[in-house]
């Protein structure tokens, strides 16, 4: 008896041990972040070759003279204006296309329906290494060539797709006697749709809005692709690219940048994670 | 039946079998107009511009010009006689092979982990999930500046730890910057698949593997005759969507390494951007993209089969 719950302390240990290596190793470069955005220069900038100077803690108290260069003295501002723009105009498009084509898909199209959803949902599987050479001959047509509507063209392409899946997977969670209540009392398809499925899929909606924006946010190849001044960039381009003076980072602002870009995104990423996975395999957890 | 109908609410809408049938009642009409934006939005800027990658691929294409003339297979011809292009090839399957080799036993490890009950067991998730949910470009900037070659954290750990007697140039060598580009795909994949694992864990019916416990199976033989077997389906979508990510992506290898030191870490993604895009060189950008199409082809397969049979099992 003795050893056994011997046997099960060492267990519970390795499950402890296990998880924390796990985490160290997701949040280490978080925390690599914290550390360089809040550090004074000389604190930063010691070779690693002088062993007695120890980089993992804060040797001298902590700055924010990275963060107030960030915001004042870099067009930081100017990216995250200009994504939230593109951002926006974005997701309009999806929506417009999307939510309708999800819930054609879920309910109106029966069984070619299945088919064409998962043909769609391929299609968010195209990645942009494929798409951004035959691009560039269509913007340069359209001569859109570092403008931000390149990207409010271009986006759509991914966030249609998985939005349209997403929402799918929604409306068809939606119980179908409501509806056909609906229709016995006298409303038409439409009617149906207007005043019963669109209340009751604001959250699903929602959902579809704000993967929508991170998406748009990570995005990294078409930005590098099409926008070249520094103040069209977006935030995921501009940080990485344009934060730099002649071959030296801003590495203490660069690092506050990418802290504060992430942070947000990895909590709302957090709260809808579930659905995402739902919908990325569904069919093979149907079990 | 007249006399009830007519003691019928005179403000009552009359019902929907007399009124006319409008396009807002034809379901068939109806969903096909719903589905139109979107499906016309996916073929003109999917589909068109897939068809146009292999058209160009074809051609003598440069940007500045709209220019297109047709030469058959040469662009194919240069790159296959480019020992830069075969490595590029090389280095795309290593990193995705090796990554997803990695990748793969830490997520099923970590599902492991976190399937059990213990404190803490939110917070950890909402950790593991951080690297997933970050701007690929910021983390890889993060990383950047781990593995800088003068102020790396890691070179001074090691170094008080006495496990380094040298000096790694993370980036000066071929073989460490190869290290660093899989740290960061391994970083950044495996938290995905263990969500994904996990998830499909949950959804194995429990008595089986009850039944498994209680028959006395060994922990390892509970792990590969009954867990990792019902856990199949799901680990390959885990897999194929790993495949496809690390195999196109671009910009980590780009942020991290721009290719180098001496084009030793091009991959097709990086290759296809340098000569398509900023050598101008369209045709033959896209020649190279191109060989990431099998990979795309053989994923969509194996997603269509998985879907299907667990359908056909349902």
């Given at each position: 008896m003795t050893r056994r719950r011997w046997l099960r302390r060492v267990k519970r240990i390795a499950l402890y041990a296990g998880a924390a290596l796990f985490t160290l190793f997701a949040i280490f470069p978080f925390y690599w972040m914290l550390l360089t955005a809040f550090k004074t220069n000389r604190d930063l900038?010691?070779?690693?070759?002088?062993?007695?100077?120890?980089?993992?803690?804060?040797?001298?108290p902590p700055t924010l003279q990275h963060v107030q260069l960030l915001f004042l003295g870099t067009p930081y501002l100017t990216w995250v204006r200009n994504t939230v723009l593109v951002g926006a105009a974005v997701v309009v498009i999806t929506l417009v296309c999307a939510v309708p084509a999800g819930y054609s898909l879920a309910r109106?199209?029966?069984?070619w329906g299945e088919r064409l959803g998962i043909g769609i949902f391929l299609t968010?599987?195209?990645?942009p290494t494929l798409l951004f050479i035959p691009f560039a001959r269509v913007i340069a047509l359209l001569g859109l060539?570092?403008?931000?509507w390149a990207l409010v063209l271009i986006y759509p392409t991914f966030t249609i797709p998985f939005c349209t899946w997403l929402l799918m997977g929604f409306f068809r969670s939606i119980p179908r006697d409501i509806e056909e209540q609906g229709l016995i009392d006298g409303y038409s398809r439409w009617g149906v749709i207007r005043a019963i499925v669109l209340p009751l899929a604001v959250s699903g909606i929602l959902t579809a809005v704000i993967f929508a924006f991170t998406l748009v946010l990570q995005e990294f190849v078409y930005a590098l692709t099409f926008i070249s001044s520094v103040g069209k960039m977006t935030v995921s381009l501009g940080v990485p690219v344009a934060l730099v003076r002649g071959d030296v980072f801003y590495w203490g602002s660069l690092m506050a940048a990418a802290l504060i870009t992430s942070i947000p995104i990895a909590i709302v990423y957090n709260l809808f994670i579930d659905r995402f996975i739902a919908g990325l395999t569904a069919g093979a957890v149907k079990g | 039946m007249t006399a009830l109908r007519r003691e019928a609410h005179p403000s009552l809408a009359p019902p929907?079998?007399?009124r006319r049938r409008t396009l807002a009642d034809r379901e068939d009409l109806l969903g096909r107009i719903m589905l139109a934006p979107a499906l016309i939005y996916v073929i003109v800027l999917v589909g068109a511009p897939l068809l146009l990658a292999v058209l160009l691929s074809f051609s003598a294409s440069f940007a500045g010009s709209l220019e297109f003339r047709w030469i058959g297979l040469r662009n194919f011809a240069s790159i296959l006689a480019d020992s830069q292009f075969r490595l590029a090839l090389r280095n795309t399957t290593l990193f995705t092979v090796i990554s997803q080799i990695l990748v793969m036993i830490l997520a099923v490890t970590a599902a492991h982990i976190l399937e059990a009950a213990f404190a803490g067991r939110r917070v950890v998730r909402f950790l593991l999930l951080l690297p997933w949910a970050v701007p690929v470009s910021l983390a890889a900037m993060a990383w950047t500046w781990i593995f800088?070659?003068?102020?790396?954290v890691i070179n001074w750990t090691l170094k008080v730890t006495g496990l380094l007697s040298g000096w790694f140039y993370w980036f000066g060598d071929p073989t460490l910057a190869m290290i660093a580009i899989i740290t960061v795909h391994v970083w950044r994949m495996f938290p995905f698949a263990t969500v994904i694992v996990l998830a499909g864990m949950t959804a194995v019916p429990q008595d089986i593997r009850e039944a498994a416990v209680i028959d006395g199976a060994s922990f390892w033989r509970r792990l590969f005759q009954v867990n990792l077997p019902l856990l199949l389906p799901i680990i390959t979508v885990s897999v194929l969507f790993g495949v496809v990510f690390t195999s196109t992506d671009l910009g980590v290898v780009w942020l991290l390494t721009r290719g180098g030191?001496?084009?030793?870490?091009?991959?097709l993604s990086t290759l296809a951007f340098q000569r398509g895009i900023l050598g101008a060189n369209l045709g033959q950008g896209a020649s190279i993209a191109i060989f990431l199409l099998p990979v795309l082809f053989l994923a969509a397969v194996g997603m269509l089969r998985v879907a299907r049979r667990t359908e056909v099992g349902a």
């Open positions: 900038y010691v070779g690693a070759t002088d062993l007695s100077h120890i980089p993992w803690i804060f040797n001298e109106l199209s029966g069984r968010y599987l195209v990645p060539q570092n403008s931000p | 929907a079998i007399f800088d070659s003068t102020f790396s030191p001496y084009n030793s870490t091009h991959v």
